[in-house]
Structure formats: structure tokens, C-alpha cells
């Protein structure tokens, strides 16, 4: 194999791997393939340029690798592609409704027999046993089952 060959197994080799440091981290498929044709490269090196060109070959290999290891894996570098917003909203746990049995609340939309219910500020959508609610009517909680917030009116 003649040396623009190798020269290009090397050179792919690196950008596949530069690619899976610095532009998808996390994939592995193209940092293999990256390691496999450095290798190959390598190996061409020694078996057809000789062991003084196979060892250039080999030690300019892990120093290109190991200094793309350190500039991929920098924590600036690291923070371009890592999640760290944190979130601090929450989600209402249906196991403590907010709203209790007996409440009280009016309906912003007819209940056909889901719709919206104002209790104090806090809309919520609930169901009826089965009856149609008109929008504006005064309701009360009846039960909560699991997520639900099952109503009557009042009147």
C-alpha cells in the first residue's frame, strides 16, 4: 500500500474521531470506526513504510488522539453539548389534589360532562356522573378518584 493511502486511513481516522469528541459525543459507532482506521493506518505503516516510519506513525497516532481527548473533554467544551438548566417547576401531584371534597366552584365552560371549573383562582378540568352541567353554574366536589375531580351542581 503506497503512503497517500495510509496518510488518508490516518487522516480519516482522526476526523472520525475528532467528530465523535467534539461534534456528537456520545455515539460510538463513528468513534470505532475513527479507532479501526487509525489502526489499519498504523498497521499499513509498519508492514509497508517499516518500524522506524510505523513507530513515527504509531506515537503521532495517540499524541493527535490523546490531545483531542483533552480540547473534546474540557469542561467549557463539555458545557456546549451537557444539560445543565436546571428545572425547578413541579407537578401537581394527583395523590394531594389541591382541591378537597366539598369544595366549591363555578364552571367557566359547560360540563357535557367534562369541562373547566374556577375553584378560588385555580381552573381545573373536571367530569360530572354523567349529567350537563351550563356554563356559569355552581358546583361542588363530590370525590377525587385517582385523577379526576368529579362534580355536582349546586341548585
Known amino acids: 500500500m503506497d503512503s497517500l493511502t495510509i496518510a488518508l486511513l490516518l487522516l480519516f481516522g482522526l476526523l472520525f ?3 465523535e469528541v467534539i461534534f456528537i459525543p456520545g455515539t460510538t459507532v463513528v468513534g470505532l470506526v475513527g479507532f479501526a482506521l487509525l489502526a489499519a ?3 499499513f505503516g509498519y508492514r509497508d513504510l517499516g ?3 510505523g513507530h513515527i506513525l ?3 497516532s495517540l499524541a493527535a488522539i490523546g490531545l483531542l481527548v483533552y480540547i ?3 469542561p467549557k467544551n463539555l458545557a456546549r453539548v451537557a444539560l445543565n438548566d436546571v428545572h425547578n417547576s413541579h407537578v401537581r401531584d394527583a395523590r394531594l389534589p389541591d382541591v378537597q371534597p366539598g369544595a366549591t366552584g363555578r364552571t367557566l365552560s359547560a360540563l357535557r360532562p367534562a369541562g373547566t371549573v374556577l375553584f378560588e383562582e385555580n381552573r381545573r378540568e373536571v367530569t360530572t356522573r354523567g349529567e350537563f352541567v351550563p356554563a356559569g353554574t355552581e358546583v ?3 370525590r377525587i378518584e385517582q385523577n379526576r375531580i368529579v362534580v355536582e351542581s349546586i341548585g
Open 17 to 19: 474521531l475528532v467528530a
Open 41 to 43: 493506518g498504523v498497521w
Open 51 to 53: 518500524s522506524n516510519t
Open 58 to 60: 504509531l506515537v503521532s
Open 72 to 74: 473534546g473533554l474540557r
Open 140 to 142: 361542588r366536589v363530590l
